[in-house]
């Protein structure tokens, strides 16, 4: 008995210091927050090969995976030529994964950098024609009320004028330096040279993920069943699978749909005969990567772009982008993505406004999955502290719940 209170008193002891350490923890979190942010941006940058190297693994994998399978099934059980045959199934799929991001990397690159320097070039070269028109439809529309055509064109003016400015100091004078860089003629800029360089690393890193993925997951596998009780590795191994399966189904679909979306908005735009058509089609294709608000980022400067040529044009422009978006958002969308994340559309909006805060771009896309993973977490938590004390945990319970009796733990509703 003197035993059991010694070891309570221990358990509350250590309970007590691990709450406190972690409260300690996220105060000194939220008093230093800046310098905790900075201090992991150092982190991630020092590691980005390795995270360049593990994202493109991670997405060429079926490929590899498929490739090497193909190769190594009818083998047989021949130990002389198993092991033979499962060295050139390895080769030839970390050479078919190369080779499709050789060839992905080599096909924009060759397609459309010259094309979007070429029409980014004539944007600027037609910017004064543009401006004028766009000056002379705005005085037609407004010609019949003089006092909002007063204030309309003074607002203008003040816009051309920020935006030629911009255009004279910023833009104009790095334009050969941009395309130099693009054109690989411009070492010196050496973050660049550092973001190729880590690139190339990673594409190495790549490499030896994709063939010792298997060994990585069983030393992960060992390392479990070795610290933690079985319930709770197998728990963990069930999680990781479900992480696996969010962050596979929503990023390599949403990669697909943008595809898919950017090359129908080429297609169309081209029939409709619409300026500025590839690099149009280009920011609606990344911009839709981004979920709930990926359509209005891309709409807004492809709308700028399109009114600068022909007002018209872009209310045909505005109207085709609602009808795509919808075309996406209602069929093509979930054809592809499904329920991946199980999310609501107000947690969706949450997610991307709380990652996007954070982390910019890149947690406007991961946002999602990663808040569909935490999400599931805690319901999963809320769950078990429930039946821990032997309560409902079915949400229908709870609806029109007043209060639960103590003592005979039945649901009291209102």
Known sequence: MKHEKYQRYI???????????????LIFFIIKIEEVMGAVRVFFRILAPITYGAVMAYLLAPIYNRVKNSIATGVGENPAYAKRWESLARFTATLASVSVLVAVVTGLTSMLLPQLWESVKGIIEALPTSIYNLQVWLEQVLADNPDLEVIVME?????VSQLQGWLSSDVIPNMDKIYSFISGLSSGIFSMINALKNLLIGVIVMVYLLNMKEKLLTQVKMILYGVFPLKIANKVLEEGRYVHKVFGGFIIGKLLDSLIIGILCFVLLNFMKMPYVLLVSVIVGVTNVIPFFGPFIGAIPSAFLIL??????????LGFILLLQQFDGNILG?????????????????????????????????????????????RELVSWLLEKKQLSADI?????????????RTYIEK
Not at 155 to 159: H, I, K, P, S
Not at 308 to 317: D, I, M, N, T
Not at 396 to 408: A, W
């Open 396 to 408: 229908r319970q709870y609806g029109k719940l007043d209060y639960i009796d103590e003592e005979k």
């Open 334 to 378: 979930p054809k592809i993505l499904g329920d991946s994340t199980g999310l609501s559309s107000f947690w969706v909006l949450f997610s991307i406004l709380l990652f996007g805060g954070l982390f910019g771009f890149v947690g406007m896309i991961i946002g999602v999955p990663t808040f569909a993973v935490f999400y599931k977490f805690v």
């Open 308 to 317: 600068l040529a022909s007002p018209v044009k872009c209310f045909w422009f």
């Open 155 to 159: 607002y203008y003016g003040m816009a």
């Open 11 to 25: 358990y509350w002891g250590v309970t007590a210091f691990v709450v406190l350490s972690l409260l300690i923890g």
